[in-house]
């Protein structure tokens, strides 16, 4: 599974991407945010207020509660700010 | 009339709003209203000497295009055009442009200002503030007016 992060979410766990094998139990977006969260103090600290990060599967904006099945590429990043 | 193409740019060089406008209505004379939004960098009284501009590669445009599609299916429209810039900016430079072009004005205005306001909360940019005369400063954090304006078209 291909993880992308974006501005301060990449900024604090220090990559821009990766790819992770997700355990069979993470089925949704709020399961992949749990599971990064404990996975060292970089996710802990981009991740300390999930409720605040936007997810998209797919290039598509999601919420938590999707199912990550079909997903090839997700990816994390902070409220947007265009415009 | 065949459905609307919007024209949706992404890129780092600066826009002309004269050509954009040229762009939707040369040629046709069936179109009595073009609205033009353009958002600029601005400097905080003095205090940013610019701003950066990530975006997510692929879904910005996929995600502008989403939104165009939702107003051409709003509003009868002969033409819309978003253009967003990314990378380093500085106070004056353009941001954003939206255009949006109509028979009547009424139309034009809603679908440029509904474009802009989803824009803000769904496209994938994100504004970093660059301080006078020091490094790269905080992330812009999104306002919650920008929500409140989405949720206003929901009504």
């Known amino acids: 599974m291909k993880l992308i992060y974006f501005a301060w979410v990449r900024e604090r766990i220090g990559k821009a991407q990766e790819e992770v094998d997700l355990p069979a139990h993470v089925e949704t977006v709020s399961d992949l945010l749990k599971w990064l969260k404990h996975r060292g103090e970089e996710y802990e600290n981009a991740l300390q207020h999930p409720e605040a990060i936007r997810v998209a599967i797919n290039q598509e904006h999601v919420d938590h509660g999707e199912r990550l099945a079909g997903a090839h590429e997700i990816a994390l990043f902070p409220p947007m700010t265009g415009g | ?155």
């Open chain 2, 1 to 155: 009339m065949g459905a609307v193409q919007p024209h949706i740019r992404i890129q780092t060089a600066d826009f002309d709003v004269a050509a954009e406008i040229a762009r939707l209505t040369s040629g046709r004379s069936d179109i009595g209203a073009v609205v033009t939004f353009t958002g600029l960098c601005r400097d905080e009284a003095g205090r940013l000497s610019g701003l950066e501009l990530e975006h997510y590669p692929g879904m910005a445009e996929a995600e502008v295009l989403r939104i165009a599609g939702d107003v051409c299916g709003r509003w009868p429209l002969q033409g819309i055009t978003v253009i967003h810039r990314y990378g380093k900016l500085e106070p004056g430079d353009n941001i954003v442009l939206v255009a949006t072009a109509s028979t009547h004005r009424q139309a034009a205005f809603d679908a440029a200002c509904f474009m802009m306001d989803f824009l803000k909360s769904r496209a994938p940019f994100w504004k970093r503030e660059h301080v006078a005369g020091g490094a790269a400063g905080e992330w812009v954090a999104a306002r919650e007016a920008d929500e409140a304006a989405i949720a206003n078209w929901r009504k």
